[in-house]
């Protein structure tokens, strides 16, 4: 049974509005328009953090921390069944990942209620909103499926190699394949050209409006989204893993290194290395502020 540990934090969701520009979209601005350095306390083995136009939601095991962006405030929800990989926001809903389960659930953006639990297939990490439906990528299964997010109805499930996070361009939804490099894929699924990257640890994906960004293990990689032209391989030392668009940057996880790396996204270049927790996971863009989880030291960090 899910338990709300602490008085409900009033961090409502806004209605959809569809982005207005491709950089809106890479914003992942399913809102209207919206103290560095804070560290806050999350639920244990944070894995990922997502923005609903107002709150940073942190999943990971056993639940989930809503943070009031603007001073840390922040609601716990815990379940034991739960151990929670990935987040999207569609605009109401929150969608978080059960690996323990091999679901997607839908959360009420306003308090959190559970309004649907839906199969997916196994090892559920990577999730993605499209504008109207939701995708999951399957590690263990080799799969990706899509659900439409007005009702939870699966719509598809398709075949992409060592599926891991993704990223949606306006048109395509783009797969970091953990071993061969990143996919470009139709709205049926159809996967329409597969990269590489010449890396074999190949893990989030990130939109900059033009170009897709793939972590890859040993730095990150710049495809242009049309063609998928490879544009640059930017070494990054420390093992880089997640990546997320601030409108100007792309900002790296660095797991050996406990740090994040901000690149300038129009030509790559190293801004500077900023200390966050142990093993950083997948980061969030508030508008202003990066967000990002620390898997082991249990805590969010806001730069």
């Known amino acids: 049974m899910r338990k709300l540990l602490l008085p409900l934090?009033?961090?409502?969701?806004?209605?959809?509005?569809?982005?207005?520009?491709?950089?809106?979209?890479?914003?992942?601005?399913?809102?209207?328009?919206?103290?560095?350095?804070?560290?806050?306390?999350?639920?244990?083995?944070?894995?990922?953090?997502?923005?609903?136009?107002?709150?940073?939601?942190?999943?990971?095991?056993?639940?989930?921390?809503?943070?009031?962006?603007?001073?840390?405030?922040?609601?716990?929800?815990?379940?034991?069944?739960?151990?929670?990989?990935?987040?999207?926001?569609?605009?109401?809903?929150?969608?978080?990942?059960?690996?323990?389960?091999?679901?997607?659930?839908?959360?009420?953006?306003?308090?959190?209620?559970?309004?649907?639990?839906?199969?997916?297939?196994?090892?559920?990490?990577?999730?993605?909103?499209?504008?109207?439906?939701?995708?999951?990528?399957?590690?263990?299964?080799?799969?990706?499926?899509?659900?439409?997010?007005?009702?939870?109805?699966?719509?598809?499930?398709?075949?992409?190699?060592?599926p891991y996070g993704m990223a949606f361009d306006g048109t395509h939804i783009w797969v970091a394949s953990y071993n061969l490099g990143v996919a470009k894929l139709s709205s049926d699924g159809t996967i329409l050209g597969s990269y590489s990257t010449g890396s074999f640890n190949n893990a989030g994906v990130a939109f900059d409006g033009t170009n897709i960004w793939v972590g890859t293990g040993t730095g990150v990689a710049k495809f242009l989204a049309s063609d998928g032209t490879n544009l640059a391989n930017i070494p990054v030392a420390g093992s880089t893993q997640w990546l997320v668009f601030d409108g100007a940057n792309i900002w790296v996880t660095q797991q050996v290194t406990h740090s994040v790396t901000k690149l300038r996204a129009s030509d790559g270049a190293n801004l500077g290395s900023f200390n966050v927790g142990n093993y950083p996971a997948v980061p969030a863009f508030d508008g202003a502020n990066i967000w990002v989880p620390g898997n082991t030291s249990d805590n969010v960090s806001k730069l």
Not at 115 to 125: N, R, W
């Open 9 to 162: 934090l009033v961090c409502s969701g806004a209605a959809f509005a569809q982005p207005t520009s491709p950089q809106a979209l890479a914003l992942l601005r399913w809102y209207p328009g919206i103290a560095t350095g804070a560290t806050f306390p999350t639920v244990h083995n944070p894995n990922a953090a997502a923005f609903d136009g107002f709150c940073v939601w942190v999943v990971g095991q056993s639940g989930i921390t809503k943070l009031r962006t603007s001073d840390g405030s922040y609601t716990l929800f815990q379940n034991s069944g739960w151990n929670l990989y990935g987040a999207a926001y569609d605009g109401a809903y929150m969608w978080v990942t059960n690996w323990t389960g091999n679901t997607v659930m839908k959360l009420r953006g306003s308090d959190g209620a559970v309004m649907g639990t839906y199969p997916a297939g196994v090892g559920p990490t990577g999730i993605v909103f499209d504008g109207a439906n939701i995708w999951v990528s399957n590690i263990f299964d080799n799969t990706v499926m899509k659900y439409r997010a007005s009702d939870g109805m699966k719509l598809g499930k398709f075949t992409v190699p060592g």
